[in-house]
C-alpha cells in the first residue's frame, strides 16, 4: 500500500511520525527524542529527512507535523489560530516551511483575552482528533502544563492552562519540600493523595501553608508518615481541579486524555470531585487529529 | 557599664550579637554571617567565643541565643513548646548547652494539631518581644516562609506558615515563569503587584492558571508589559493573605513584623484587603524577646 502522507507530532522533547495509507492506517512509524530543544534552529529538516529516508518514503510524500515545531523557537512559527478554533481554521492556516517536499506546520491557538490570555501548541491537533460530540464538552489534558477545554461542537471556544506539573517538580525540588520529597521514585500514596487532593479542591487558599505543613507534620510524627511527594501532588491538582471549575464552570463529565499513572491520577481525582470521566488516548487523539488536518490541506 | 548578658539571634544563614546592661541597653554589638549553615555541627562554639572575645566580654558572662541554633541540626536541640506558648513557658524550656560559660537556647513552638501541624523557631521570641497587647492580636512576618500568628494576651495560641518566599523563589526561576521573570533586580511596579494581589486574594483557585496566564499574556502582548517579578509576587501574596483569612478567620488589623522592601509590599498588601497596619521592627523585636526571656532565665 502506498503512503498517503507522514503525520508528525513534534514537540518539545519528543519526535514521533507515522506514514499512513489514504484510510489512515498506519503503514509504519518513528519515535525519537529529537524534539524542538535538541533539533537548533536549522536541524528540523534533517531529523525529518533522515526518518522518511529510514523509511523509504517517496521524496514528494507530503508531511504534516503539529507542536512545538512551529513555534518561534521551532523550524518556522505557524502564527496562532483565535479561539472560537475550529479544525477548518487549523488547518486552513497550516504553514508550509521553505523545504524540498511539501511540508506543512499546523497552528497552535490563542485565547486573545485580556483577563485570561492562554495559548496551546499541539494539544489543538489531539483535540481536533477526539471523537465528536454535539454540543459542549470538557476535555482535560493533564501534565507539565496541564489544559482544560471547552468545546463547543468540536470547536475550541474557551480554555485554561494550569502549570501543575511544573509547580510540582519546582517546590518539590527547589523549596523546603525538597526534605518532604526525597525519593521521586518513592510508591505513589493512593490515600495521602485523595486527602490532599480534597483539602486542595475544597480549600485552595490554604495551599501554600498546607504546603508547609507536609514538611512540619513530618517534622512533628503527625499526619500521614512516608515520602510527602503524594501529598504535593494531591494540594496541587486539587487546586486545578478547583481553578478549572473556575474558570469554566460547573464540570459533570470530562474527556481526560492521558495514559499511564497520570490516567490513573486524574481519574481518581475526578472520581473525588464528583466527575464522570471518558478517557481518551493521547497519540490515538493526535494521530487522528494530524489525519483530519492531512486531509483538508491536501485535499 | 558591665553587661548583664549576651543576647543573639542566630539563625540559618546569620548571627547577631548583642551586649546588654541590666537595663536592656545596647553597649555593643556583633554581625556576620555565621549562620547554622557556615557553623557546621561543631562550630558554634567556637564563632560564638570569637565574638565575645572581640568584644572583650567577661569569661562568665552568661549567653541567650534563639533561632535554629536550637534545631536539630544547630548547637544543640531545644525541644519545640506546644501552643498555646506564653513567654514564661518559653524561658522555662531554654536548653542550657555543655558549654564553658551558661548558654542557654531558646526553644521553637510547635502547633500539634492533625490537620494543622506547623512549627516556628526564632519568631516566638519576635513575638514575645512586641509591645503587650491585651485580647487577641494579629501578627505577619513576611518571609521565605511567612509566619501568621493569633496571640491572646501575648500568648501564642494559633499560627500558620506559608512558603511564599519560597514558592517565588522556586517559580521564578525553576518553572516555565522563569522566561517570564527575567531579571530579579527588575523594579517593582506597584501596579502589576496590586492588580495580581487582588486577584491572587479573591480567587485562590486560580493560581496556578494566572501565573501561566503571566507567560502567555507575554507571549501574545496582552496585558502589562515588563518583567512578570510583580505580578508572580501579587499572586502568592494575595493567595497567602486568603489563606490567612482561611486559617485565622477574619483580620481587621494586623502587627507587620517587618522591614525594608517587604514592609512596603506588605503595609501595600494589606491596605488593598482592607486589613490595618501596626508596622513593628523585627530586630528590636527579637532584642526585646530575647532580654525578657533573659530576665527570666538569669533571675
Redesign the interface.
Known amino acids: 500500500m502506498s503512503p498517503f502522507c507522514a503525520l508528525v507530532d513534534w514537540g518539545t522533547s519528543s519526535f514521533r511520525l507515522w506514514l499512513v495509507d489514504a484510510a489512515g492506517t498506519v503503514l509504519c512509524e518513528r519515535r525519537s527524542e529529537e524534539g524542538m530543544l535538541s533539533a537548533g534552529p536549522d536541524g528540523f529538516a534533517t531529523i525529518l529527512e533522515t526518518h522518511l529516508t529510514a523509511l523509504d518514503a517517496p521524496s514528494d510524500l507530503p508531511v504534516v507535523a503539529c507542536g512545538m515545531v512551529g513555534a518561534r523557537q521551532g523550524w518556522a512559527e505557524a502564527p ?1 489560530v483565535d479561539t472560537p478554533a475550529s479544525m477548518a481554521a487549523i488547518a486552513a492556516n497550516a504553514l508550509r516551511v521553505d523545504h524540498a517536499r511539501p511540508a506543512y506546520l499546523l497552528p497552535g491557538v ?5 483577563e ?4 496551546m501548541r499541539g494539544e489543538e491537533t489531539q483535540l481536533v482528533g477526539l471523537p465528536p460530540v454535539k454540543g459542549t464538552q470538557i476535555v482535560c489534558l493533564p501534565g507539565t ?1 496541564s489544559k482544560w477545554v471547552a468545546l463547543g461542537d468540536g470547536r475550541i471556544e474557551r480554555f ?5 506539573g ?2 510540582f ?3 518539590s ?5 525538597r526534605h518532604s520529597v526525597a525519593d521521586p521514585a518513592a510508591p505513589f500514596d493512593p490515600e495521602r493523595f485523595s486527602a490532599a487532593f480534597l483539602a486542595g479542591l475544597e ?7 498546607r ?3 507536609i514538611r ?2 513530618g ?2 510524627g ?2 500521614e508518615n512516608g515520602d510527602g511527594g503524594s501529598a504535593v501532588s494531591g494540594l ?1 491538582v486539587g ?2 481541579f ?2 478549572a ?3 469554566l464552570g460547573r464540570i459533570e463529565s470530562m474527556t481526560l486524555v492521558a495514559s499511564g499513572p497520570l490516567l490513573e491520577i486524574y481519574r481518581m481525582a475526578a472520581e473525588a470531585a464528583g466527575i464522570a470521566v471518558v478517557p481518551a488516548d493521547a497519540e490515538d487523539a493526535v494521530r487522528a487529529g494530524l489525519l483530519a488536518c492531512a486531509r483538508e490541506i491536501l485535499s
Chains 1, 2 share one sequence.
Open positions: 496562532y490563542a485565547q486573545r483575552l485580556a485570561a490570555p492562554d495559548v502544563h485554561a492552562t494550569f502549570i501543575t511544573d509547580l517538580a519546582a517546590a525540588r527547589h523549596t523546603i519540600l480549600r485552595p487558599a490554604e495551599l501554600a501553608n504546603l508547609f505543613a512540619a507534620g517534622l512533628l503527625l499526619g496541587l487546586l486545578e478547583a481553578g471549575r473556575s474558570r
